[in-house]
């Protein structure tokens, strides 16, 4: 059975400050990666993926992850934030061909001024 | 595109009722997932359907059903309401073919309080 840990389930920073938020993952199989996104009182939005390929992936808003298959982990990075990250995020994992994804328990971000 | 769509948004039951709540997909999407979320215990996964088969389940009692439809739209049934079935109800589908590459659409959520 496949299952995701994050490690962190609050993250406080100021703003324009770098930020990790950390995912391993637990998986006998190939695997697909995602880090999906939840504003308040809104569903999940997907901010990136690994499905193959480049281990380093990026969103269009300047979030980076990267798959480290020795470290079973997808560690979600941006150099500076904004107030506008405040948000829930969640990491997840399934395998190709299955559409059963799991997530971790996610990491609440929050950003300061 | 007209992205998931989850009804009601919003919704307030009694201990003992039962509550259909529904999901139309993305067009063109056949796959259709259904998670629970609460603030104790995450997202935690109902179950999928495609093409009108119920594919995978997670660890839910009996109590929670569903059901495709051959237009893909879906629903899912609470039965025997207990406190705890207070949650945010989302579905989220997926164009599954045969290069699947497991990304899932969210819909807002149906927000479900049991009093």
New interface residues.
Partial sequence: AQSVTQLDSQVPVFEEAPVELRCNYSSSVSV?L?W?VQYP??????LL?Y?SGSTLVESINGFEAEFNKSQTSFHLRKPSVHLSDTAEY?CAV?????????????TRLTVKP | KAGVTQTPRYLIKTRGQQVTLSCSPISGHRSVSWYQQTPGQGLQFLFEYFSETQRNKGNFPGRFSGRQFSNSRSEMNVSTLELGDSALYLCASSPTTGHNTGELFFGEGSRLTVL
């Fill in positions: 697909y995602f999906y009182n809104q569903g999940l939005q997907l993926k499905l969640f399934t395998s190709p061909g299955n559409n059963d994804m799991r997530f971790g328990a996610g």
